[in-house]
């Protein structure tokens, strides 16, 4: 088939949009819309995030995000969840007319694509946005304390904005009206953070709900980064980029598999309280069994974190005692703290063959002092770096050339 002049500009601007060889994206507004043309020529399927879905049209994606009842422990308030959020988007590509919001997009919010200029304020949007090439099309951030170099110089030369971290409330909305991104990402890990996203919103601001941290599987937590790529038509860079964490991950995996010999290991801190907060399910629970480790407090039907005062706590509370009543068989101990300060007196401690062999670890290695800490920004995103690492800690014959990336041994201060 001869194409014709309509068809040659449909066609060039589907190459400019989709373009996976230049250093940035392209943004690029259609100027000739044709109804049976296929704007998104490449797409992203969605396997294993459960929290978010899209599904696409000619010129226009319609992406679904939810929290689902009980993924966050907030007393009360977790039983709303279900119908607190649930939400519709309508990302229309730019040039091209919306469809009718009737029936289930009733309501919607419409927002086009690809997005000029883009913020968010997850832990891991610094590397979201930098593994989907972003950087010319990102204008805040949730703080300036980022460990990715690049990123704090932009901040440094008042390039980025500060809309307001994750475990804040709500956005700086301030903040938002005056720099109006295309598109704000911004964290929902609370009812009050719902509540930021429809002020914002109700302000004219282009807003999407980010809740990457309720999925069950770090491979479901992983996909959020095509979440991100919906908004950019990045989708390729996005499958790239998961296929290729997800292929490391099955690798390293595989080297363990038979691995007759597991240790056990718990991923907890210590509060003063009197309890200690454990990673008994979620992604970061899963990782430890594919590394060779078995989880003595692992519960599948366990809530993945707790939310306390609209702040993500860093797994559920388990009383000294419980715990205590399994320290004889737990020999690595990984936790958020870089310490033992706070933690039991010593001789509730020596119940522990992780104390007493110095096999104590914690997530802070790449930690500046200006309290940037890639764990935060990358992990979610690097699974396969954390994987490699608990690997060399509980096997490490079978990553002898690995030096830990994440991981680094506790003070022990008695």
């Known amino acids: 088939m ?17 373009s996976c060889g230049s250093s940035h994206l392209k943004v690029e507004t259609v100027a000739e819309f044709d109804p049976e043309f296929d704007y998104f020529p490449e797409k992203t399927v969605v396997n294993h ?8 049209y000619k010129n226009y994606k319609v992406v679904r995000a939810k929290v689902g009842q009980g993924a966050a422990q907030q007393g009360s308030d977790s039983l709303s969840w279900a119908s607190a959020f649930n939400d519709v988007m309508v990302l229309v590509q730019r040039g091209t007319p919306a469809p009718p919001l009737t029936e289930e997009l009733e309501g919607a919010q419409v927002i086009e694509i690809p997005a000029r200029s883009i913020a968010g304020n997850a832990d891991d949007a610094p590397t979201r946005f930098l593994a989907l090439e972003a950087d010319e099309q990102l204008v805040g951030l949730g703080h300036k304390n980022v460990y990715d170099k690049s990123l704090k110089v932009r901040f440094d030369r008042g390039e980025l904005l500060e809309i307001g971290a994750s475990w804040h409330t709500g956005p700086n909305l301030e ?6 991104p295309d598109v704000t990402l911004l964290t ?10 429809d002020r914002s919103r109700q302000l004219g601001l282009n807003t999407a709900p ?4 309720s999925e069950t599987t770090f491979l479901g937590q992983l996909e959020w980064i095509k979440y991100d790529a919906l908004f950019l038509n990045a989708e390729a860079k996005a499958n790239a980029y998961f296929d290729y964490v997800k292929s490391r991950c099955d690798s390293l995996a595989s080297l363990v598999k038979n691995t007759k010999t597991k240790p056990s290991a718990i991923w907890a801190m210590h509060s003063r309280k009197g309890s200690w907060t ?3 399910n979620g992604g970061i629970a899963q990782l430890m ?7 003595p407090f692992e519960d599948k039907e366990a809530a993945i974190t707790a939310t306390v005062e609209d702040v993500l706590s860093e797994g559920i509370a388990i009383s000294d005692e419980l715990v205590l009543q399994k320290a004889n068989e737990i020999e690595y101990i990984i936790s958020f703290q870089r310490t033992t300060d706070g933690w039991p007196v010593e001789a509730y401690m020596k119940s522990f063959p992780a104390y007493r062999n110095r096999q104590l670890f914690h997530h802070f290695k790449r930690y500046e002092e200006t309290g940037a800490s890639d764990w935060y920004q990358s992990a979610p995103m690097k699974p396969d770096l954390l994987l490699s690492d608990m690997i060399k800690v509980f096997h490490p014959e079978l990553l002898p050339e690995h030096d830990l990336y994440f991981l680094d041994p506790i003070e022990i201060k008695n």
């Open 175 to 180: 903040i938002l009206l005056s720099s109006r």
């Open 2 to 18: 001869i194409p014709t002049l309509k068809n040659i500009g449909l066609i060039c601007t589907l190459v400019l949009l989709s």
């Open 278 to 280: 454990v990673r008994a």
């Open 49 to 56: 995030a459960r929290n978010f879905s899209v599904t696409y």
């Open 188 to 197: 929902v890990a609370s009812l009050t953070q719902a509540d930021g996203v």
């Open 210 to 213: 980010e809740f990457s941290w």
């Open 289 to 295: 069994t594919l590394a060779g480790a078995v989880n």
